[in-house]
């Protein structure tokens, strides 16, 4: 009797924090870069202690690098989600004829029709992300307000967007937040300002991707790889939704409802539809899809991902070295540059904090200043550093902080990282967030300055095409007890 009692106990017991941690998992924090800004950005890692910035340091020039804020889904994906409502009452319709019963099924399945549906356009910044971008523009103003306190100039305070009008609306909306209350236009006392555009067909700074064949072709090519990696995590789910509801998903299907709970839960703030089909673990599983994808098609699954970077590297080095000429030459105020804003994609982002070496674990940052492949991110429950949610998820940032420390004996400028809002160690500066400006300029910048965009983009490399380690770990998938659509960000 006293046996039966405990096990009884131990499963209750089992039952209860099973139950506790699922109400405490946030879907939310888990949509790889479809995550919302204000959701995930304070999910950090708590071991890393920042530096504490020497007394009589002070900051002479900031470099914004930051993604879109949340949109609407494209037109291509509305369209995708039309599919899927389509393809659920043919599931519905199916297993009524099979007589099998429905009563499992969700009432919200039964008549399910997609929020965008009848919509022409997509992809526009919602008014979630202008708050994202506006806030933001707020904050930094306030965490550096000397810096920022300067009558505006367009030379004084350089604002750029990629000609996609979800980043440039993100530029507008983050130079509303900055200069609020600093002008005499409407009630807010806004203020107009410049935002600088290039065309798509030339803009090789902040939409390197779309000017640079090679690597075109590279994701063309690597792009089936990808699905064949995400195959086995979407069959698996597919079977397991299969047996609980008695609807014949297929993986295709999986994929499509990954897609809808990704934008219920990020833009709608619904997640007992689409994503309360998945539990937390299968969440995971989808969500390290999603990361192992862009980690190889866009961050440092291959060299030429980030090393068409380099463009916008190498302008964010020379506006610093400019800040540094103004500073020695004290320059009046009004005469130079304290603050250059760039608005972009994930496309952008993703490349620019791997050449900076962010996110890397041991040994990598030295393997990819050899350029050698890296180990793909481990599967969970393994934890892992590449996370899309925090490396690039909706007005992700990267803001590049530039001080002078005019008593210091070793170095008169340094260079601070914050990305997201909080200082990241760079590996390139031996795991500090506030580096020397001569190491950050010979460890993290000058390895990538010989590389020249045209040669790496333009000319047919004769060398061997390098292969993400895909075979091994698909078959290493296909094995384990414990998705196909190309990511548009």
């Known amino acids: 009797?006293?046996?039966?009692?405990?096990?009884?106990?131990?499963?209750?017991?089992?039952?209860?924090?099973?139950?506790?941690?699922?109400?405490?998992?946030?879907?939310?924090?888990?949509?790889?870069?479809?995550?919302?800004?204000?959701?995930?950005?304070?999910?950090?890692?708590?071991?890393?202690?920042?530096?504490?910035?020497?007394?009589?340091?002070?900051p002479i020039h900031l470099n914004l690098v930051a993604r879109h804020g949340t949109r609407s889904?494209?037109?291509?994906?509305?369209?995708?989600?039309?599919?899927?409502?389509?393809?659920?009452?043919?599931?519905?319709?199916?297993?009524?004829?099979?007589?099998?019963?429905?009563?499992?099924?969700?009432?919200?399945?039964?008549?399910?029709?997609?929020?965008?549906?009848?919509?022409?356009?997509?992809?526009?910044?919602?008014?979630?992300?202008?708050?994202?971008?506006?806030?933001?523009?707020?904050?930094?103003?306030?965490?550096?307000?000397?810096?920022?306190?300067?009558?505006?100039?367009?030379?004084?305070?350089?604002i750029k967007a990629t000609q996609v009008p979800r980043a440039s609306a993100s530029a507008v909306a983050f130079g509303m937040g900055l200069f609020s209350d600093r002008?005499?236009?409407?009630?807010?006392h806004h203020r107009a300002f410049a935002v600088i555009s290039e065309s798509r067909a030339s803009d090789t700074m902040l939409r390197f991707f779309d000017r640079c064949q090679n690597y075109k072709d590279f994701r063309k090519n690597q792009e089936p790889a990808v699905d064949k990696l995400k195959e086995p995590i979407f069959d698996d789910i597919a079977s397991t939704l299969q047996r609980h509801y008695d609807l014949n998903f297929t993986s295709q299907d999986i994929s499509s409802l990954w897609f809808l709970c990704k934008q219920e839960a990020s833009l709608l703030d619904t997640t007992d539809q689409a994503c309360g089909l998945f539990s937390p673990s299968e969440v995971a599983l989808l969500e390290w899809t999603d990361d192992l994808e862009f980690f190889i098609l866009k961050g440092y699954g291959n060299a030429l991902n980030y090393q068409m970077g380099v463009p916008?590297?190498?302008?964010?080095?020379?506006?610093?070295?400019?800040?540094?000429?103004?500073?020695?030459?004290?320059?009046?105020?009004?005469?130079?540059?304290?603050?250059?804003?760039?608005?972009?994609?994930?496309?952008?982002?993703?490349?620019?904090?791997?050449?900076?070496?962010?996110?890397?674990?041991?040994?990598?940052?030295?393997?990819?200043?050899?350029?050698?492949?890296?180990?793909?991110?481990?599967?969970?429950?393994?934890?892992?550093?590449?996370?899309?949610?925090?490396?690039?998820?909706?007005?992700?940032?990267?803001?590049?902080?530039?001080?002078?420390?005019?008593?210091?004996?070793?170095?008169?400028?340094?260079?601070q990282v914050l990305h997201n809002e909080h200082p990241i160690p760079m590996p390139g500066c031996h795991g500090a967030d506030f580096c020397p400006f001569e190491v950050f300029k010979e460890r993290i910048v000058a390895p990538h300055m010989e590389r020249d965009y045209n040669e790496l983009c333009n000319v047919k490399l004769e060398r061997p095409e390098q292969k993400p380690a895909t075979s091994k770990l698909v078959l290493s998938l296909r094995n384990d007890d414990t998705t196909s659509q190309r990511v548009e960000l």
């Open 1 to 58: 009797m006293k046996m039966a009692m405990a096990v009884l106990l131990i499963l209750f017991l089992a039952l209860f924090f099973h139950s506790k941690a699922d109400q405490a998992f946030d879907v939310r924090q888990h949509l790889s870069t479809v995550s919302r800004y204000g959701v995930v950005k304070d999910v950090a890692d708590n071991s890393f202690v920042p530096t504490d910035i020497p007394d009589g340091c002070v």
């Open 73 to 158: 889904p494209t037109k291509k994906r509305m369209r995708e989600l039309d599919r899927l409502a389509d393809r659920i009452q043919v599931l519905l319709r199916d297993a009524k004829e099979h007589n099998l019963p429905l009563k499992k099924v969700p009432a919200w399945l039964l008549q399910w029709e997609s929020p965008w549906k009848g919509k022409l356009k997509g992809g526009e910044l919602i008014s979630k992300g202008e708050d994202e971008l506006y806030d933001l523009g707020i904050r930094i103003r306030e965490r550096f307000p000397n810096l920022l306190n300067e009558e505006y100039l367009p030379e004084v305070y350089t």
């Open 183 to 188: 002008g005499s236009l409407g009630p807010g």
């Open 312 to 415: 916008l590297l190498v302008d964010v080095f020379q506006s610093m070295e400019q800040a540094i000429k103004a500073k020695e030459e004290n320059q009046a105020p009004g005469n130079y540059e304290k603050a250059r804003l760039r608005f972009a994609h994930a496309e952008t982002m993703v490349p620019f904090s791997c050449l900076l070496g962010l996110f890397l674990e041991g040994s990598e940052f030295e393997r990819i200043q050899k350029e050698e492949p890296l180990e793909l991110p481990p599967k969970p429950p393994q934890k892992r550093n590449w996370r899309g949610s925090t490396v690039a998820p909706f007005a992700g940032n990267i803001l590049l902080v530039l001080y002078s420390c005019p008593s210091n004996s070793s170095s008169k400028y340094f260079v």
